[in-house]
């Protein structure tokens, strides 16, 4: 894949906090779709699809071998965190 002057980004798939935790996994899942669809709204921005990302939910997350794989600048990882009433979002852009 040849590299692209315009940004792409792969936003992999945010981890929950507790992998038995549906509700955790389901909104972390919500953030990461809704994440890749406001990104493709500007078009100097390429964003690798939401399905390529869920794929890669059992892949390895390497973000050099990522970025070689599918020609991205920036590789997107998080964690989604649930505690009584509040959540915590950490993420980080490589």
Known sequence: VQPSKSPRI?????????????????????????AV??????????VIGASTSAALVTSGRDPAAL???YGVTHVVSGNFHIANEAFRLDIELV
């Open 37 to 46: 669809a406001g990104l493709s709204r500007f078009p100097s921005i390429k």
């Open 10 to 34: 792969l936003i992999l798939p945010f981890s929950a906090s507790d992998g038995s935790d549906a509700q955790a996994s389901l909104l972390a899942a919500g953030i990461v779709r809704d």
């Open 67 to 69: 970025r070689q794989k």
